[in-house]
């Protein structure tokens, strides 16, 4: 069964510093990734995608991610980081067939200190 | 950009009694979900629905949750006697056809509160 990690529960980093939010997944054919953003008691807005190609992702609001297949992983990064951007962030996998469903993390909570 | 339209925002409702989340796809999409978050925790798959009928659902959609698309644009989510342990916020998604170049939107959620 397909199944998504986030090792980092929370992250505290200062505005200006570069960010990378770790993601792992498990499953057996080639993944659907996602990266979604959720700030305080609203929606999921997507960051970002990869379903195939170029294994270098550009996302929204300056966002990117890096599909790895020999590590199983699909990192968000951020080179510099903006006070707006702390919000809970969610990395997602979804399989193929009909059902098409998203299997999330269990999230990182990303807080900037000046 | 279009979206997924969910109402109401905020819902209070009493233990037992029955309640009918809302959501309005876009309108060229096929596939449509339920998720639900409990506060604090992850978000949880409980429904896709394809075709007119549910294509799978979560052991968390038991017999207390049915679905509907009952005119071809609004598609609802149903608990019938709610429990304290529904209280969440419950977000509908919609996704075009194949996951290949789409991704999923999903609304701004219905905030389930069982009392």
């Known amino acids: 069964a397909q199944s998504v990690t986030q090792p980092d529960i929370h992250i505290t980093v200062s505005e200006g510093a570069s960010l990378e939010l770790r993601c792992n997944y498990s499953?057996?054919?080639?993944?659907?990734l996602f990266w979604y953003v959720q700030s305080p008691g609203q929606g999921l807005q997507l960051l970002l995608k990869y379903f195939s190609g170029d294994t270098l992702v550009q996302g929204i609001k300056g966002f990117e991610a890096e599909f790895k297949r020999s590590q199983s992983s699909f990192n968000l990064r951020k080179p510099s980081v903006h006070w707006s951007d702390a919000a809970e962030y969610f990395c997602?996998?979804?399989?193929?067939?009909?059902?098409?469903?998203?299997?999330f993390g269990t999230g990182t909570l990303l807080a900037v200190q000046p | 950009e279009p979206e997924v339209t969910q109402t109401p925002s905020h819902q209070v409702t009493q233990m037992g009694q029955e309640v009918i989340l809302r959501c309005v796809p876009i309108?060229?999409?096929?596939?449509f979900y339920w998720y639900r978050q409990i506060l604090g925790q992850k978000v949880e798959f409980l429904v896709s629905?394809?075709?007119?009928?549910?294509?799978?659902k979560s052991e968390i959609f038991d017999d207390q949750f049915s679905v509907e698309r009952p005119d071809g644009s609004n598609f609802t989510l149903k608990i019938r006697s709610t429990k304290l342990e529904d209280s969440a916020m419950y977000f509908c998604?919609?996704?075009?056809?194949?996951?290949?170049?789409?991704?999923?939107?999903f609304g701004s959620g219905t905030r389930l509160t069982v009392v």
């Open positions: 997602a996998v979804a399989r193929g067939g009909a059902t098409n469903k998203l299997i």
């Open positions: 998604a919609s996704m075009g056809q194949g996951a290949r170049g789409y991704g999923y939107t």
């Open positions: 629905f394809y075709n007119n009928e549910i294509s799978e």
């Open positions: 309108s060229n999409h096929l596939y």
């Open positions: 499953y057996g054919a080639t993944p659907y």
